[in-house]
């Protein structure tokens, strides 16, 4: 391992910690600009305007936002989310239940799809221009064409409407079997799937060929190596760098696709919370929420440069 590589990570480290300021900047100012009022939307339309300046008062949205955005990103340092307005109980307490149902749920996708989307893209990429090669690439397009909510809605009416295998929505209390859990989880499991893997295949696949077209491998194949061996100890650790950025990327899409899923199948998870509190400007969960996505990318993003630094042959 060469010097540059500590410095390379320390680097992007640092971007990633300048690129989350940014972001906390961007989505505090961005939810104050949604419309409407706080405070008249929480006592309704039928509040007198002294009950809402009052209101606004106590919840200090009459002070400059600037200032009330160096408050919060302060309470963000020390780990204070705030307090719901809707609520009035602490953000950290109604996050914290519905994010670990949203790290199950996207766990179990993890577990699923990344398996099968790293053996159909290596594999596609070993016998590319073949019919099995046509017929993955062929599949993947088409499921990255359609939209979430409509593969939402067609696994909808497939397994719940016309099978009936599934329930329509998932149902997450009181799963006391491994049958409970598959139906409670699958639908929103199969859906998310779809469209990860279909991602993931195709920028693995071609990982996987660029790194096939290299002089080595071709050299090694010219020396009598079966394609398997091949692609298994000579092109796929070198492929390793873009294969976890594929994979970084494709996770990534978790964090956007979890949002329309947890709201069709009524999914109690952070996402569902999230568009919960957008129709009560409940501006601190809302905040929160934003933040929570944008560090879970953060973190796939900064962990697949970091991966692809130490594999780089060059820099070992």
Not at 80 to 88: I, Q, R
């Amino acid at each position: 391992m060469t010097s540059r590589v500590p410095s390379l990570i320390l680097g992007r480290l640092l971007i990633a910690l300048v690129t989350l300021t940014i972001v906390s900047f961007a989505v505090f100012f961005a939810t104050t600009l949604l419309p409407g009022d706080t405070a008249t939307i929480l006592l309704g339309q039928a509040a007198t305007p002294e009950a809402v300046a009052g209101l606004r008062t106590a919840m200090h949205l009459d002070e400059p936002a600037l200032l009330r955005f160096v408050y919060w990103i302060g309470g963000l340092f020390q780990g204070d989310l705030g307090t719901s307005y809707a609520n009035h109980v602490p953000v950290a307490t109604l996050v914290s239940g519905r994010l670990a149902n949203t790290l199950k749920l996207a766990g179990l996708t993890t577990l699923v799809s990344v398996p099968l989307a790293l053996t159909l893209g290596i594999t596609a990429a070993m016998w590319r221009r073949t019919l099995y090669d046509r017929i993955v690439t062929i599949a993947t397009i088409g499921v990255i064409s359609v939209p979430e909510f409509v593969l939402a809605t067609l696994a909808v009416l497939v397994f719940a409407v016309y099978l009936k295998w599934l329930p329509a929505l998932s149902f997450t209390y009181n799963i006391d079997s491994f049958s409970g859990l598959l139906r409670a989880y699958a639908m929103p499991v199969i859906t998310l799937t779809f469209g990860v893997s279909a991602q993931m295949i195709r920028m693995t696949r071609a990982a996987v060929i660029e790194t096939l077209n290299t002089p080595y491998v071709e050299m090694a194949l010219l020396k009598g190596a079966s394609r398997p061996r091949m692609v298994l100890r000579h092109a796929l650790p070198n492929a390793l760098g873009p294969i976890s950025n594929a994979v970084a990327l494709s996770l990534s899409y978790l964090l956007g696709g979890v949002i329309i899923v947890e709201t069709i199948f009524n999914y109690p998870g952070i996402a569902k919370l999230m568009v919960d509190a957008v129709s009560t400007r409940d501006l601190p969960l809302i905040q929160s929420c934003a933040m929570i996505f944008c560090f879970g990318y953060l973190i796939l993003i900064t962990t697949a440069d970091i991966v692809a630094i130490l594999s780089n042959p060059r820099l070992r």
